[in-house]
């Protein structure tokens, strides 16, 4: 069984043993760590010579370990520079499917109370062979959503105080003020996003003077930029920088809870 040089904990093994396919947990688990101590190196001696890195966010994958490796390396360089406004985290879950997958979470700011972050994706994991080792992983971003896998409540190379922390971390609010904006990414005729834009223009009212902006995926630049595959998804952004990220339908009260604990009284 290929484990990486993360090593397993005990809870660890009792998850993969319990999977329902324990050769892909057992490479969830690296993949897992590596992602919460930001080190590409962790993933080394999992990986595949060949092993390709897909997104359903990306046009094209990286194939080959080396590729792989540096750009993953490059990706946790810009988060630890980010330090807590990104905070990324991964999960050992299960996928809609029940199979073992790496659910990820990543703050969009330190406003209010982010906790571990809005759902950013999940990896799917595949052996390459009779080794074991990774020959590819999958950042599933919208379909299945994200939101359907169940977590398993362990994040490998964090410590329970760690994660702890990071879930009760508390940041100061945003001034409700003009510069604050509503953005709902929207595809017109689809009843979810129909009607949560019809909902939201009612709800804005209650956020005044806070603006509303309705973007559709005709618009890929302003996609592109906000980082949104996924529709409906609702962006609120104060001075231009996103403050927190409600991803899927909402509610107008699921919205209000939400931003509860975001803008100053």
């Known amino acids: 069984m290929i484990v990486g040089s993360h090593g397993t904990t005990p809870a660890e093994k ?10 892909k947990a057992a490479l969830c688990v690296p993949l897992a760590a ?4 930001l080190d590409a190196a962790l993933l080394a001696p999992i990986l595949s010579e060949g092993c390709v890195y897909e997104s359903q966010s990306a046009i094209e994958g990286m194939r080959g370990k080396a590729e792989v490796l540096g750009y993953l390396g490059e990706k946790f360089a810009t988060l630890r520079a980010a330090d807590a406004v ?13 199979k073992p997958c790496v659910l990820l979470r990543q703050r969009s700011s ?12 999940f990896f799917r994991v595949f052996p390459a062979g009779a080794d074991g080792r990774l020959g590819r992983m999958m950042l599933v971003t919208s379909v299945p959503p994200p939101g359907l896998c169940r977590g398993d409540g362990l994040f490998p190379g964090l ?3 760690a994660v702890r922390l990071a879930r009760e971390f508390e940041g100061e609010r945003v001034p409700l003020n003009e510069e604050v904006t509503f953005i709902l990414f929207a595809m017109p ?3 979810a996003c129909d009607e949560m834009a019809r909902d939201l223009r009612d709800l804005i009212v209650e956020y005044t003077p806070a603006k509303i902006r ?11 930029e906000h980082g949104v595959t ?7 952004t104060w001075r231009g920088a996103t403050v927190r990220a409600l991803d899927g339908y909402h509610t107008n009260d699921q919205v209000r809870e939400a931003l509860a604990d975001l803008f100053q009284p």
Not at 87 to 98: H, I, K, M, S, V
């Open 214 to 224: 309705l973007v559709t995926p005709r618009n890929r630049e302003a996609c592109l």
């Open 34 to 37: 590596a992602f919460n101590r």
């Open 86 to 98: 990104h905070l990324t985290t991964a999960e050992l879950a299960a996928d809609p499917g029940g």
């Open 110 to 121: 330190i406003y209010g109370r982010p906790g571990l972050g809005a759902l950013a994706g």
């Open 159 to 161: 410590s329970e105080n």
């Open 14 to 23: 009792s998850w993969i043993d319990a999977s329902a396919d324990p050769a």
């Open 230 to 236: 996924g529709f409906p998804t609702l962006l609120i």
């Open 189 to 191: 005729r689809v009843l």
